[in-house]
């Protein structure tokens, strides 16, 4: 997939691991979640396997059966008011955020995001951290049928926008987001919260960044045209 020569006309934002820094409070509340139900699941597992899907995915692979929709909405909410109850007092958007969707939206941007998140975590991030207003449009586990690695999300977010996937760049923290942005045929950059910079690169993400504030100088120009 070769570099496009003007800039771009939307940007997809994952959300937990990419707008804010969370994914190791998801993983410790994966794992002791698991242990509850007197399983024991290591924490890469959840970091490389999971990261990036739905919950309806990801509970029925770590019992090892179907799970009804009843249960799997109490088993869900179990797990995700644990995580909730971590992270509350670190909630905080990553470092330049503010400044780069700001500066995003002013360059005429349409911003979205698209995330395997459930309701109430997307509400707990975003109107916590009052971003709404940035976003037209909000993707979520619910409006898919299949989570990331697969790119419905991503193409979901796009169709909501009115924009071409080649038109669209993608921030994600994980390996499957990396792979679902590329499998959208969308430019991908990966944001090394948790996986590391080599890894999220060898899934396919054209440009790795710790935060929103260190963008590579070639990558604001694609963005925001010549200075």
């Known amino acids: 997939m070769s570099l496009p020569s003007r800039p771009l006309s939307a940007a997809i934002f994952d959300m937990d691991g990419t707008l804010v820094d969370n994914m190791r409070f998801h993983v410790q509340a994966w794992v002791a979640f698991s242990r509850s139900l007197g399983l024991e699941s290591s924490a890469e597992r959840f970091e490389r396997e999971f990261n990036g899907r739905r919950n309806a995915e990801i509970i029925p692979a770590l019992l090892g059966r179907p799970v ?23 909630l905080r958007l990553l470092r330049g955020g503010h400044e780069f969707l700001t500066r995003l939206r002013g360059a005429g941007l349409k911003l979205a995001v698209a995330s395997a998140a459930p309701h109430a975590n997307r509400a707990f991030v975003l109107d916590g951290l009052a971003l709404r207003p940035f976003f037209s449009q909000v993707v979520g586990a619910e409006d898919v049928k299949r989570g990331k690695p697969a790119p419905d999300a991503f193409l979901a977010a796009a169709k909501a926008l009115g924009v071409d996937p080649s038109a669209c760049v993608v921030f994600e923290d994980a390996v499957n987001g990396i792979l679902a942005a590329r499998a959208a045929g969308m430019f991908a950059v990966g944001v090394t919260t948790l996986i590391p910079a080599e890894v999220l690169r060898e899934a396919g993400a054209h440009w790795v960044i710790p935060d929103f504030a260190s963008l590579p100088a070639e990558f604001e120009q694609l963005l925001f045209g010549a200075p």
């Open 68 to 90: 009804s929709a009843e249960e799997l909405v109490q088993l869900e909410e179990r797990k995700e008011s644990h995580y909730r109850e971590l992270y509350a007092p670190h």
